[in-house]
């Protein structure tokens, strides 16, 4: 699991900020606490300096086992004191304790497992929210979902060509969502074809979302968006943020490219459409590619490799019917 830099930022951001609000919430209490029972500041305080005078003991030699077997009992007795002090006032026994989100990590996203640091699941589920939510605002996934594509809108009539979208469609419908439920990182890539308005970036953003509900990354781009991005930072030299960039590109599970071909297409966006498919497909990493363009205008703006390679490594879906905005 890759997420993009913003991603992670943001959602270790998060994590952190839950750790610091039960850490604060906690000194919080034991303040309340402190005025309302002192003898507890009393108690702490002897609890605190319990490290000091054991490492005396140890340091005085003589008894120094007997003195810190004492110094033990005192402890234990000091803590229980604390409990009784706390229940009896109406308070539970952990109420000084912080109260973090997860208890099996404390929120700080990592657990220590047979020597080893694993990333704890609590954290795991935060990253694959934030991917959620960062897509969310370019458009919103709960409406492009696999149960709201309705399959009435393509006509069952066939085309000048004798293809009838229907059927087409229905195919194209169930190819996407067995590819979206038995999705892996080693996936195969798609190439979306079709006029406007057909769905296109409806299923993928349906794809996108049940990746994503499996614990995948999704990073969803829109081509002329990403494009003027990578060629600002090129051209202005700002050569780290171009590899920030084609870095989360690069890493995540699944990425969409939606809308290629309505980029302002420079020969820099077309070598940079060309080399990030490849760099992609030659590490085994699915892609969803969507454009309104057919295969002559891809060879013409992308090269004929482009789409030689295209070809081999994608299932080409070809989108049938009639404008859906139209229609709805
Ligand atoms: N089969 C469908 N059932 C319900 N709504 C649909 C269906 N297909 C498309 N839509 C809706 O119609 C609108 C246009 O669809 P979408 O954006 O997916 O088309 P597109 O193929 O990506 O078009 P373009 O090539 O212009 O980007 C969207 O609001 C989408 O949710
Ligand atoms: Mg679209
Ligand atoms: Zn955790």
């Known amino acids: 699991m890759a997420y993009s830099k913003l991603v992670f930022d943001i959602a270790t951001e998060k994590l952190n ?3 610091n609000s039960a850490l604060n919430m906690a000194d919080y209490r034991k303040s309340e606490i402190h005025k309302a029972i002192p003898r507890i500041a009393e108690i702490e305080r002897e609890l605190s300096s319990f490290g000091i ?40 026994e952990d109420y000084l304790e912080p109260h973090f989100v997860c208890d099996k990590c404390d929120d700080t996203g990592y657990i220590e497992l047979d020597n080893k640091t694993i990333t704890c699941e609590c954290y795991k589920k935060l990253l694959s929210e934030t991917a959620c939510d960062e897509l ?19 006509s069952e009539t066939p085309d000048d060509k004798g293809r009838v979208p229907y059927k087409r ?11 979206a439920k038995t999705f892996t990182d080693k996936s195969k890539s798609l190439l979306m074809k079709g006029e406007t308005g057909l769905g296109k970036t409806h299923l993928s953003l349906a794809i996108a979302n049940e ?5 995948y990354s999704v990073v969803y781009v829109s081509a002329p968006d990403i494009l003027s991005k990578l060629e600002r930072e090129h051209f202005s030299y700002s050569y780290s943020k171009e590899h920030e960039i084609m870095q989360s590109l690069l890493e995540c599970d699944l990425l969409i490219i939606d809308d290629l071909g309505t980029e302002f297409i420079t020969q820099f966006t077309s070598a940079a459409v060309y080399n990030l498919f490849n760099s992609r497909i030659s590490s085994g990493k699915p892609v969803i590619i969507n454009t309104n363009l057919g295969v002559k205008e891809l060879e013409d703006i992308y090269s004929q490799r482009f789409v030689s390679r295209a070809k081999a490594a994608c299932a080409v879906l070809d989108f049938l019917g009639t404008d859906i905005r139209f229609i709805k």
Request: aromatic share 10%; charged share 20%.
């Open 17 to 19: 900020l839950r750790r």
């Open 136 to 154: 969310n605002k370019i458009s919103p996934l709960s409406l492009s979902t696999f149960d709201s594509f309705n399959l009435d809108y393509y």
């Open 211 to 215: 990746v994503i509900s499996k614990g």
């Open 169 to 179: 469609m229905s195919q194209i419908y169930d190819y996407c969502l067995n590819y």
């Open 53 to 92: 005078s054991a490492a005396k003991a140890v340091l005085n030699g003589k008894d120094a086992v007997a003195e810190l077997n004492s110094l033990k009992e005192n402890n234990l007795a000091l803590q229980n004191e604390l409990k009784t002090l706390l229940t009896s006032n109406g308070y539970s």
